[in-house]
């Protein structure tokens, strides 16, 4: 059973570009979550997705960065116009549901983000 | 709003040594999951392991096991044996619980491992 797959691994863009990083969960899972770690730093959670819905993006940038989770295919993170400071390891981790027993959330290998 | 503050930001350990990393967490929340993943250099996210709090038994797996103490809100790892293997990047993390159940990190503790 494959885990959560991210691709790319690693993802070079000049500032101004668009990055655009990919998600597939795990079989059976139909949520989703991204998570952000800057340098030197923990994982801080940015949007949380169910199959064609965004559930709650309360730690998602106001401009730049979308999320989507479409009924077939992987979930995408997209950052618009990006900055230096979007240099980061971006997570996505995914889970069957939301009750006790579908913890905990599985992670993928996470996709680093360079800005040049 | 839920915080979690690891205030060690490095150890180290003598291989085969008992090693233990600090975390507390803030929260008014009753029922909620606590968690130790573990960041190799490859940058996984890899779950050591999870204690319930409505459990008063501490969770162990193998050589790990926690220390958890709900009324003080404190929530450590132990770590037995330490292999050289262990040597990584641990990061203790709250369930927020309610309809979303989004993580809460702390900042993480660095951990050396000698031979």
């Known amino acids: 059973n494959a885990g959560v797959m991210q691709n790319p691994r690693h993802l070079v863009r000049r500032r101004g570009q668009e990055a655009r990083l990919r998600c597939s969960p795990m079989k059976g899972h139909s949520h989703v979550y991204w998570y952000r770690q800057l340098p030197e730093e923990g994982l801080k959670f940015m949007v949380y997705?169910?199959?064609?819905?965004?559930?709650?993006e309360s730690g998602m940038p106001k401009e730049r960065f979308s999320a989507e989770f479409p009924k077939e295919g992987p979930s995408i993170l997209r950052i618009q116009q990006v900055v230096r400071g979007d240099s980061a390891a971006y997570f996505c981790a995914s889970s069957p549901g939301t009750g006790w027993m579908d913890q905990p959330q599985h992670f993928g290998d996470g996709t680093r983000l360079s800005i040049l | 709003a839920q915080t979690v503050t690891q205030s060690q930001p490095e150890m180290s350990v003598q291989e085969a040594e008992t090693v233990t990393l600090s975390c507390t967490y803030d929260t008014s929340e009753s029922d909620y999951y606590l968690f130790w993943y573990k960041q190799p250099p490859s940058r996984q996210m890899i779950l050591v392991i999870r204690q319930e709090a409505y459990k008063q038994q501490n969770a162990t797996e193998n050589r790990f096991s926690v220390n958890f103490q709900k009324a003080a809100k404190s929530f450590s790892l132990k770590i037995s044996d330490s292999q050289l293997g262990d040597a990584a990047m641990y990061f203790c993390?709250?369930?927020?619980?309610?309809?979303?159940?989004?993580?809460?990190f702390g900042t993480g503790t660095l951990l050396a491992v000698q031979p």
């Open positions: 993390a709250y369930d927020y619980g309610g309809a979303t159940n989004k993580l809460i």
């Open positions: 997705l169910q199959k064609e819905n965004i559930i709650d």
